[in-house]
């Protein structure tokens, strides 16, 4: 069955494109939008809101995602052993560097980037608005399909509603919690490499 990886906090240690926000966007912002998300605001909304407060120009801050960002233990095993799909709310521009860094060649959906000097824009893989979340959310990128997905944030919900077997932690996982739903909890990608038998 097809392995599906979240990037950001599940792939890696701590979300990159928060720790980018943090750094070098517009703190009060950020922090504002995270309180809202779900909340009013969708993510792509959310998302779009906090990365125009990012002015960088793109290498400066793909030089020093792939200087801070580190990968979850197990990554590189779990990549070379399972050939996972990346299905990330993030960016490409981002998110093939490291991997890069890592050696590793990955299948990744993600969005693109529009790094302007006035503030960066989302350029959306996908717009259409999901009939089950009513979000333009990451479960179109995967229909008909049977997979397995590890994930860790609001991102993920409802693409791992609809998959045959979940992994979660933090925010992924306290919301299984709280629809009672199964889902098998993890920290390493070691942890789903084992349960996976891979
Ligand atoms: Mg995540
Ligand atoms: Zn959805």
Redesign the pocket.
Known sequence: MQLVLDWDGTCTEVDGLHMLLEEFGDREIYEHMQGVLGAGLTLHEVIAAEIATITLPLDFAVGWMREHVTMRPGFKELAERASPIVLSSGFHELIEPVLAREQIELEVRANRLDARPDGWRPIWRDEAV?A????A????ALAEQHYVFVGDGYSDR??ALAAERVFARDGLARYFDRLGQPYERFETLHDVAAALGV
Not at 132 to 135: A, L, M, S
Not at 137 to 140: L, S, W, Y
């Open positions: 999901c089950t979340c009513g979000e959310c990451k479960r179109g409802c693409a």
